[in-house]
């Protein structure tokens, strides 16, 4: 087989990897913008005055989080293209029609935050549900805008299948990575349709959010961890399959009805109670898994890699996911909690660390893999000044923005729900209460830390390797 | 529902343990295999039981059928009652007030309702306030927005209104015009055919059973 994981010779790229390449700018690029939107965002928190007619909030925070959503599944289906093709010897199957897809949704992307920018709002009516806005958190897309999501994840899906059909070879990974990609694009158009009764909207709303983030991309993102581990400390297949296995086992086993715990508050009847507080206190179990097969392959390895940046994005990942989702996210996942919790700024402190820690960890892992073999000669262990810049501003940025999202959440939740019975008056007493005032000042300070670790990744992304010793290829 | 939650959570576990040992058997718990029957069986079961309780689900959230109000709840008066057995708030129908000084039947009720979630999601409110406790944290949670004595209090003196649903209508107007606390809502430029829908979306929400959600309603001020 001319194609191997391991990572310790150059090779020439495939087609599927020229496109993930592709991928992998696109998303960095996307991600700049969720930084811009989200900035104003923060910034209306602190002046509410500024842009208020321009750019509203909302219009900001649904760029901020779609932006963000596109980006880290464009940077995760990258991934795969990138992996495909060494994981089953062969270029991958149907590629024209992956790169002609790929140019229509960079198209369609664009025409989506052009419209959400200047248009913004529409009438009351089905047309802006089709063709403006569905109103709708995470997924605003308008309608087409889902039919073309779809149609992607099928083509997409078809590469996959395709191309191990091809290769007459099913291994546990690609076995587990057409399983999931099935269910997941399955779920999408969960989220694709209209209805008046807002108890069932929300019902199958989750089923996108929590079913993706939860339970698919956390399985997802297994896999790619499982590749880029092989590739980076050369772990025995064996193992990492094992892992792998044990990690979807415990992640459906506890994810799939750990939904329950979006269930307790909007209409739907008691049993979700008890249901989804039993099922999401275990989804920590696997994260915890996760975190332990890194440490013990890194350590194995005693960090001895051949691409260091890479190896640290894969263990913040493992780090990150535990803590962003497991402790932020079981710290409110009971229902006693919830009951006066849910609903507040302790929600987004928890998103935005597990976003960070779980997809962005893993997104930069497989960039960095990329970008080592898109430079010739290549060099071998790829390192630089700058990438631990990068890694520890955006480490301490999200840190200080979580830990600002947390004390806020933690007097709102106190505030205006335990103390003044969550109305009008009592949300305007805690966001004026010094404890959560003052904590937009100091978000807005970390959030410029994150953005100077954004532009010294972006340096480091387009410089790193570049230097002419390396290994001879 | 005949089972408990709990009777549901010890036989997903108990069947997916179970399977996966009578499937394994012959295998280690340390080989693949055995930890590939694993994930087939629990995402199969814990799949099945979602389908499952999915259609309960929609059994009892039909509008009418208890838990959600039926259409013409807009014509009633809504209040939060304290349930000792529940040992939580939950909404009750009292007398008949009409809305916007009309009777509504089922069918203009559902039209209304219907085109006020469809503003409701036209003008991107969940980006700015939580409907059900779900979406951004800028703005006020708006699953008991009907019932927030903030209208009489502050609003009705405010812009003259005589009756609740008319207050609402003229702060949402132009609400950047009376500003409420340090941050401001922008003017979304809602006809006045869309308020009245709108409005009424949001009386009908606010008799949705949520469990006691959002904690002490207006009780403690
Ligand atoms: C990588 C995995 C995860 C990601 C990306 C994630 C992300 C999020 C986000 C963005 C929200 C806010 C949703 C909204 O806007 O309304 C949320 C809510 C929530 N998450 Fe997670 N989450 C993850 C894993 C977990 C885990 C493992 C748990 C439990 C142990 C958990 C518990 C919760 C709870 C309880 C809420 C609801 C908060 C509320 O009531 O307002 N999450 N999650
Ligand atoms: C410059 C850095 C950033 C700033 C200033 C920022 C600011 C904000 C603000 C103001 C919100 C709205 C909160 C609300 O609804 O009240 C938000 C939401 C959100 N942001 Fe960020 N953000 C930043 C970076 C990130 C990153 C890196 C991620 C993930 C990788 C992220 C993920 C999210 C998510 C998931 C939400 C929705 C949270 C929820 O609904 O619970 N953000 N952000
Ligand atoms: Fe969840």
């Known amino acids: 087989m001319a194609a191997s994981l391991a990572g310790n010779k150059p090779q020439e790229l495939f087609e599927s990897q020229k496109l993930a390449l592709a991928y992998f700018a696109v998303a960095i690029i996307l991600f700049g913008a969720q930084l811009v939107f989200g900035l104003i965002a923060a910034y209306q928190y602190i002046n509410p005055d500024f842009l208020l007619d321009k750019i509203p909030f909302m219009t900001n925070r649904t760029l901020h989080v779609n932006a963000m959503i596109v980006w880290l599944l464009v940077g995760l289906m990258g991934g795969v293209y990138w992996f495909l093709p060494l994981e089953t010897g062969r270029e991958v199957v149907g590629i024209r029609l992956a790169k002609f897809i790929w140019w229509v949704i960079v198209a369609g992307v664009s025409v989506v935050i052009l419209v959400y920018l200047f248009v913004q709002v529409g009438p009351g009516n089905a047309f802006t549900l089709w063709f403006i806005n569905e109103g709708r958190e995470y997924i605003e897309a308008p309608r087409w805008a889902d039919i073309a999501i779809v149609a992607w994840v099928a083509v997409f899906l078809y590469n996959v299948i395709a191309t191990a059909l091809a290769a007459r070879r099913i291994t546990g990974l690609l076995g587990v990575l057409i399983f999931d990609l099935v269910a997941l694009g399955a779920l999408y158009t969960a989220g694709m349709h209209y209805t008046v009764n807002v108890t069932m909207d929300q019902y199958l709303w989750w089923w996108v959010v929590h079913l993706w983030v939860e339970a698919t991309w956390e399985v997802l993102v297994g896999v790619l961890m499982g590749w880029s581990l092989m590739y980076l400390l050369g772990t025995p297949r064996k193992l990492i399959e094992t892992w792998l296995f044990l990690e979807v086992a415990l992640v459906f086993g506890t994810g799939i009805l750990g939904l329950g715990h979006h269930y307790f508050w909007i209409g739907t009847p008691e049993y979700w109670i008890g249901l989804g507080g039993f099922f999401s206190a275990l989804e920590p179990l696997p994260l915890v898994a996760m975190v332990v097969h890194a440490l013990y392959d890194a350590g194995a390895h005693r960090l001895n890699t051949v691409n260091r940046p890479a190896v640290f994005w894969a263990i913040a990942q493992a780090f990150g996911n535990f803590i962003g989702a497991g402790v932020w996210g079981f710290m409110q996942t009971l229902p006693q909690i919830n009951m006066y919790s849910h609903g507040t700024q302790l929600a987004a402190a928890h998103g935005h660390l597990a976003f960070f820690g779980a997809y962005l960890g893993t997104v930069l892992t497989l960039i960095y893999i990329a970008v080592q073999n898109a430079r010739r000669p290549m060099q071998i262990p790829l390192d630089s000044k700058y990438w631990s810049w990068a890694f520890a501003l955006m480490i301490l940025g999200i840190i200080g923005i979580a830990g600002s999202f947390t004390i806020s959440g933690f007097a709102q939740t106190m505030i205006e729900r335990a103390e003044l019975g969550s109305t009008w008056s009592a949300f305007i007493r805690s966001y004026t209460h010094p404890w959560y005032a003052n904590t937009l000042g100091w978000r807005f300070l970390f959030a410029w830390v994150f953005v100077a670790g954004y532009l010294v990744l972006v340096y480091d992304l387009l410089t790193i390797g570049k230097r002419k010793e390396g290994y001879a290829a | ?221």
């Not at chain 2, 006020?140 to 649903?165: F, Q, S, V």
């Not at chain 2, 922008?186 to 006691?212: C, Q, R, V, Y």
Request: proline share 5%.
């Open chain 2, 1 to 221: 529902m005949d089972y408990s939650w709990i009777q549901i959570a010890v036989a997903a576990i108990f069947f997916s343990v179970v399977i996966t040992l009578v499937l394994s058997r012959g295998y280690g718990w340390l080989s693949p295999t055995f930890w590939r029957n694993a994930a087939v069986v629990s995402s199969l079961i814990m799949t099945f039981i979602l389908l499952w309780l999915t259609l309960d689900t929609a059994d009892q959230v039909r509008p009418g059928s208890g838990r959600i109000p039926d259409w013409t709840v807009i014509n009633y008066e809504i209040r939060l009652v304290w349930d000792g057995a529940k040992r939580r708030q939950v909404p009750a129908v009292g007398r008949e007030t009409g809305f916007f000084g009309k009777k509504w039947t089922r069918q203009e009720a559902y039209d209304l309702i219907n085109k006020g979630k469809m503003t409701l999601q036209s003008r991107n409110c969940m980006e700015c306030h939580q409907i059900l406790g779900n979406g951004a944290y800028y703005a006020t949670d708006l699953t008991r927005a009907w019932l927030d004595p903030w209208w009489e209090e502050r609003i009705m003196p405010l812009t003259g209104a005589k009756t609740r649903e008319e207050a609402m209508m003229a702060w949402l107007k132009n609400p950047p015009a009376m500003p409420q606390g340090r941050r401001k809502m922008p003017n979304l430029h809602f006809s006045d055919e869309e308020l009245k829908a709108l409005i009424a979306f949001l009386k009908w929400m606010s008799a949705i059973d949520t469990n006691g959600f959002p904690p002490r309603f207006a009780v403690a001020q």
